[in-house]
């Protein structure tokens, strides 16, 4: 693994909970400005890797990388400032702040911005994730799409160099999904290195350059999303191989 290449690389990433294994011996890069999509089924290790990257987990053996400083003994604070923003399935806002507030406690937090600083960076958080007519709403009081918008806005608060999106998209209707995946785009568009995990197989396409599969804490497939949902091994671990479980086209991009 070659550090000084990428933004993110783990090294040899290895985990486990008594007999369950999360990973085992993972290798990972992730460059500057990439758009990786994660795939798998539940219990994949998935979460626990984001978990690992983020800080909030340390693996058992391995080493993590970032912009070409070791963190792997980094706290996750310390990690968000360092330049590494994470979302969570469930969203984690400050329910009786309002939308506008929660976003600026973490231009404070994380991007250690003060002042007139903080508010602009804050607005513009807003503006990128259009959440801009909600921002003195109470976020307790927020729907579900606009909650996961927030969640994303709160990562983008501490002005990370890379995003992590767990599952943003989980439990949204299609046009819903829409306007997320359109978010993202954007971002990705703006030069941010993207990791997103997802279950919702067809945003991730629509989105990301590469995407891995993960079963049983082991890397599966990495390659372009078409490529990798087509691979026979990928198609029986997680997709179920059926005929209404095929590849999306290229249209579909």
Same mark, same amino acid.
């Given at each position: ?17 008594? $007999? ?8 990972? &890069?992730?460059?500057?400005?990439? &758009? ?6 539940? #219990?994949?290790?998935?979460?626990? /890797?984001?978990?690992?990257?983020? !800080?909030?987990?340390?693996? @058992?053996?391995?080493? +993590? ?11 996750? =604070? &310390? ?5 590494? !923003?994470?979302?969570?399935? +469930?969203?984690?806002?400050?329910? =009786? ?8 406690? *973490? *231009? =404070? ?45 709160? %990562?983008? #608060? ?6 992590? /999106?767990?599952?943003? %998209? !989980? ?6 999904? %829409? ?19 997802? =279950?919702?197989?067809? &945003?991730?396409?629509?989105? +990301?350059?590469?995407?891995? *599969?993960?079963?049983?804490? $082991? ?11 087509? @691979? ?13 479980? @095929?590849?999306?086209?290229?249209? @579909?991009?």
């Amino acid at each position: 693994m070659t550090t000084d290449t990428a933004l993110l690389s783990l090294e040899g990433i290895s985990k486990s909970f008594g $007999r369950v294994v999360v990973a085992t011996e993972l290798d990972l &890069a992730v460059r500057s400005g990439e &758009a990786l999509g994660i795939v798998g089924p539940n #219990g994949a290790g998935k979460s626990s /890797l984001f978990s690992m990257i983020s !800080g909030d987990l340390r693996p @058992d053996s391995g080493a +993590v990388w970032l912009d070409g400083a070791e963190v792997t003994g980094a706290t996750a =604070h &310390a990690r968000t400032r360092a330049g590494i !923003g994470r979302t969570y399935q +469930v969203p984690r806002p400050f329910e =009786h702040l309002t939308v506008f507030e929660n976003v600026l406690v *973490c *231009c =404070h937090q994380g991007a250690r911005l003060r002042g007139r600083d903080a508010w602009q960076s804050a607005s513009r958080v807003l503006e990128r994730t259009g959440l801009e007519p909600y921002a003195n709403e109470q976020a307790g009081r927020l729907g579900l799409l606009q909650r996961k918008r927030l969640e994303m806005a709160r %990562a983008l #608060g501490t002005g990370p160099k890379l995003l992590l /999106l767990d599952e943003v %998209a !989980g439990g949204l209707t299609e046009p819903e999904v %829409a306007e997320l995946v359109e978010v993202v785009r954007q971002l990705r568009a703006d030069g941010l290195a993207i990791v997103w995990i997802e =279950h919702v197989v067809h &945003a991730l396409v629509k989105t +990301v350059d590469r995407m891995i *599969c993960l079963a049983g804490g $082991r890397l599966v497939a990495d390659g372009s999303p078409l490529d990798v949902l087509a @691979d026979p091994e990928v198609r029986e671990l997680y997709l179920g191989g059926g005929p209404e479980t @095929d590849a999306p086209s290229e249209e @579909d991009r």
